[in-house]
């Protein structure tokens, strides 16, 4: 079921990311850019781990597979690159959450603060900081005599265990970006809701409307793509949580980690396509407010 959710997760993220970097119209578009690109790294990784594991754990002789020992040296990489990638798609959720929050509460420095090219700097500091976050997690798992995957003495320590796997992780990566997530859309929603029925009674059929209108449904977009996105993610933080504070549920509910991992293509799977298709349906907007700037 994993193959069959993350295969077309990877490819509409893919297209989405393509789709979005040809458009570069707006300072979302940037971002969603940005977060299809962590998402095809995420759902990637996933392949090359877990349908390996499964087929390694049906293995009589793991020590003479060629799938098992594929499955050991490519989680040595696999393994870090997708924490990182899912730390960028966290907090690259959290920038289309203050994207869309100037876009409703400060519409007119909307354009000198969001701009595509302040967009492009921020997903890039992001990657940074990500990659920074999660460098540790490149020697948490090392290789034995046999080529066996096994924790290395990092992971092992309980200092490490309890200040960087723990605490780093549930401010870093739930507590705070969550908490801000929730914040701004919350705001924004009341924002919408507030300014919806003046822009109804502006003249519809003007370019200034028709432009508020397409803000407001970008908005709203992004909104539920963001609580999906917190959704999904409850599921794999439980898991954190289990790991670092109820070590004797570790084995007793091994089947919890898989569905984790699902979850987290589920919520790729579902949002990459619902972006795709609103870009492409309002493709022909933008080239026509493009030529009529050219004009």
């Not at 690259?92 to 959450?97: E, S």
Request: proline share 6%; charged share 15%; hydrophobic share 45%.
């Amino acid at each position: 079921m994993m193959i069959s959710i993350c295969i077309p997760g990877v490819v509409a993220a893919a297209l989405s990311a393509i789709v979005f970097a040809r458009i570069r119209h707006s300072s979302l578009e940037v971002l969603l850019c940005g977060l299809s690109l962590f998402d095809v790294l995420v759902l990637l990784s996933t392949l090359f781990i877990y349908p390996a594991m499964n087929a390694c754990q049906n293995e009589p002789n793991p020590e003479s597979s060629q799938v098992c020992h594929f499955f050991w040296r490519s989680t040595l990489i696999a393994y870090p690159l997708s924490l990182i990638a899912q730390a960028g798609s966290v907090w690259t959720c959290v920038v289309i959450a203050c994207d869309r929050f100037i876009a409703v509460s400060f519409p007119f420095k909307k354009r000198v603060w969001s701009t595509p090219t302040t967009s492009t700097f921020v997903i890039c500091g992001v990657a940074f900081l990500c990659v920074l976050f999660k460098l540790p997690a490149f020697f948490e798992i090392v290789l034995n005599e046999s080529g066996q995957i096994m924790p290395s003495q990092l992971r092992l320590d309980p200092t490490y265990q309890l200040i960087y796997m723990t605490y780093m992780y549930v401010i870093g990566i739930l507590l705070l970006p969550w908490t801000i997530i929730i914040v701004l859309n919350g705001i924004v929603i009341q924002k919408v809701r507030k300014t919806y029925r003046t822009h109804e009674q502006l003249a519809r059929y003007s370019s200034r409307a028709r432009r508020d209108a397409d803000e407001r449904k970008m908005t709203v977009m992004t909104i539920v793509m963001t609580g999906i996105f917190v959704l999904c993610n409850i599921p794999p933080a439980i898991n954190n949580i289990i790991e670092s504070y109820a070590p004797q549920y570790r084995e007793k509910y091994r089947q919890r980690i898989p569905l984790s991992t699902l979850l987290v293509c589920v919520n790729r799977y579902t949002q990459m396509p619902v972006l795709l298709l609103h870009e492409v349906e309002n493709f022909p907007d933008y080239r026509k407010f493009e030529s009529r700037d050219e004009k």
